[in-house]
Nanobody, 129 residues
Framework: QVQLVQSGGGSVQAGGSLRLSCSASGFTYSQKRVGWFRQAPGKEREGVAAIYSVGGGTTFYADGVKGRFAISQDNAKNTFYLQMNSLKPEDTAMYYC?????????????????????WGQGTQVTVSS
């Protein structure tokens, strides 16, 4: 049974940093994709960053977080991270990690929520101005 358990998050002032963690159990595929998504109240869930685990890991980012967020993986721990720097109030949302198996035809698809089967429980990130 696949289980994604998230940790991290919290409240921070604008310009600050947070790191989210996503620990995967029962999910040991070599060709896996893991994404971070967020959903603010009244808005649709959107992709923030994703990583395809083959080789050193290929990463994908939404335009609004490029240069500020970094996704990474620790294969030994089967854990994935989202380092968030230079946070802005508009980054405030519930953040979710998600995972699935195999590559996708388009790099943009890695940031589509519908391309992921397994989801973490979510963690709140609040950025105050």
């Amino acid at each position: 049974q696949v289980q994604l358990v998230q940790s991290g998050g919290g409240s921070v002032q604008a310009g600050g940093s947070l790191r989210l963690s996503c620990s995967a159990s029962g999910f040991t595929y070599s060709q896996k994709r893991v994404g971070w998504f967020r959903q603010a109240p009244g808005k649709e869930r959107e992709g923030v960053a994703a990583i395809y685990s083959v080789g050193g890991g290929t990463t994908f980012y939404a335009d609004g977080v490029k240069g500020r967020f970094a996704i990474s993986q620790d294969n030994a721990k089967n854990t994935f991270y989202l380092q968030m720097n230079s946070l802005k109030p508009e980054d405030t949302a519930m953040y979710y990690c998600a995972a699935d198996v195999g590559p996708l035809d388009s790099e943009y698809a890695f940031l589509f929520p519908e391309e992921y089967t397994y989801w973490g429980q979510g963690t709140q990130v609040t950025v105050s101005s």
